[in-house]
C-alpha cells in the first residue's frame, strides 16, 4: 500500500500529533545516534514537546557540546562582525573619494576651468554663487579697512597728545632758563667783597740790582 505525501502542516487532532511526535522524535533520536557512531561526530539533541518535556541525546557531555557551541558561535558572530565593519569602512572610503573629487571638480568650475562641459544652468547657478562670494567678501574687506582706519585715528589722536606734551615741556624748560639768567649775569657783574679785599692787599715792590742782594 502506497502512503499519501504528508503535508508539512500543524496537526490539529491531539491524539495524532502526538502519536506522530513520539514516532519522529524516537527516528531522530535513532539518526543522532547513528551520524554520532558512523561518522565519528559530536552530536547534542535537545527536543521539548508540545507540554514542555525534555528530550535529548549526547554522543559526549551535553554541557560541553553546548560550551563548545557557544564559543563557536560567538567565533563566527566577531568574524562576521569585524567583516562586516570592514565593508563598510571601505564603502564609507568609496564614498567620502567620490565625493571629494566632486568637491575638487566643484572648486576647479568656480575658478574657471572644465567649464566646456557645463549647461547652461550651471553656468547661471556658479554666476550666481560666485556674485554671492564677492558680495560677501567686498564687505568683509570693507569692514577690515574701516577698522584699520578707526585705529590709524586713534594713534593720530595718542600722537598729537604726546606731541602737546612735549612742546608744553620745552616751553617750561625756556621759561625757566630765561628767569635764571638775569641772576646769573648779575652775580658775575658785581664782585664779592672779600675778592675785592684779597685784590687790595695784593703788595707791590721794586727792586733795583742782581738778584739776592738788598733793597736799594
Given at each position: 500500500m502506497?502512503?499519501g505525501?504528508?503535508?508539512?502542516?500543524r496537526?490539529?487532532?491531539p491524539?495524532?500529533?502526538q502519536?506522530?511526535?513520539?514516532?519522529?522524535?524516537?527516528g531522530?533520536?535513532?539518526?543522532?545516534?547513528e551520524l554520532?557512531?558512523?561518522?565519528?561526530a559530536?552530536?547534542?539533541l535537545?527536543v521539548?514537546?508540545s507540554?514542555?518535556?525534555?528530550?535529548e541525546?549526547?554522543s559526549?557531555?551535553?554541557q560541553?557540546?553546548?560550551e563548545r557551541?557557544?564559543?563557536?558561535?560567538k567565533?563566527?558572530?566577531r568574524?562576521?562582525t569585524?567583516?562586516?565593519?570592514?565593508?563598510k569602512?571601505?564603502?564609507?572610503?568609496e564614498?567620502?573619494s567620490?565625493?571629494l573629487e566632486a568637491?575638487?571638480?566643484?572648486?576647479?568650475?568656480?575658478?574657471g576651468?572644465?567649464?566646456?562641459?557645463c549647461?547652461?544652468?550651471e553656468?547661471q547657478?556658479?554666476?550666481v554663487?560666485?556674485e554671492?562670494?564677492l558680495?560677501?567678501?567686498r564687505a568683509?574687506k570693507a569692514?577690515?579697512?574701516?577698522?584699520?582706519?578707526?585705529?590709524?585715528?586713534?594713534?593720530e589722536?595718542?600722537?598729537r597728545?604726546?606731541?602737546?606734551?612735549?612742546?608744553?615741556?620745552?616751553?617750561?624748560e625756556?621759561?625757566?632758563?630765561?628767569?635764571?639768567a638775569?641772576?646769573?649775569?648779575?652775580?658775575q657783574?658785581h664782585p664779592?667783597?672779600e675778592?675785592?679785599?684779597d685784590?687790595?692787599?695784593?703788595?707791590?715792590?721794586?727792586f733795583?740790582?742782581l738778584?739776592?742782594?738788598?733793597?736799594s
Amino acid at each position: 500500500m502506497v502512503r499519501g505525501k504528508t503535508q508539512m502542516k500543524r496537526i490539529e487532532n491531539p491524539t495524532s500529533r502526538q502519536v506522530t511526535f513520539s514516532k519522529r522524535r524516537g527516528g531522530l533520536l535513532k539518526k543522532a545516534f547513528e551520524l554520532s557512531v558512523l561518522c565519528d561526530a559530536e552530536v547534542a539533541l535537545i527536543v521539548f514537546s508540545s507540554r514542555g518535556r525534555l528530550y535529548e541525546f549526547a554522543s559526549a557531555s551535553m554541557q560541553k557540546t553546548i560550551e563548545r557551541y557557544k564559543t563557536s558561535t560567538k567565533d563566527n558572530i566577531r568574524s562576521q562582525t569585524v567583516q562586516q565593519d570592514i565593508e563598510k569602512i571601505k564603502a564609507d572610503a568609496e564614498g567620502l573619494s567620490k565625493k571629494l573629487e566632486a568637491l575638487d571638480a566643484y572648486k576647479r568650475k568656480l575658478l574657471g576651468y572644465n567649464l566646456e562641459e557645463c549647461a547652461i544652468e550651471e553656468l547661471q547657478s556658479l554666476e550666481v554663487k560666485i556674485e554671492k562670494s564677492l558680495v560677501s567678501i567686498r564687505a568683509r574687506k570693507a569692514r577690515l579697512f574701516e577698522e584699520q582706519l578707526a585705529k590709524l585715528r586713534q594713534k593720530e589722536v595718542t600722537l598729537r597728545k604726546e606731541n602737546e606734551d612735549l612742546w608744553g615741556q620745552r616751553k617750561n624748560e625756556h621759561q625757566m632758563t630765561a628767569a635764571l639768567a638775569p641772576v646769573t649775569a648779575a652775580g658775575q657783574s658785581h664782585p664779592q667783597p672779600e675778592q675785592e679785599k684779597d685784590e687790595m692787599e695784593v703788595e707791590t715792590e721794586l727792586f733795583i740790582g742782581l738778584p739776592g742782594r738788598g733793597r736799594s
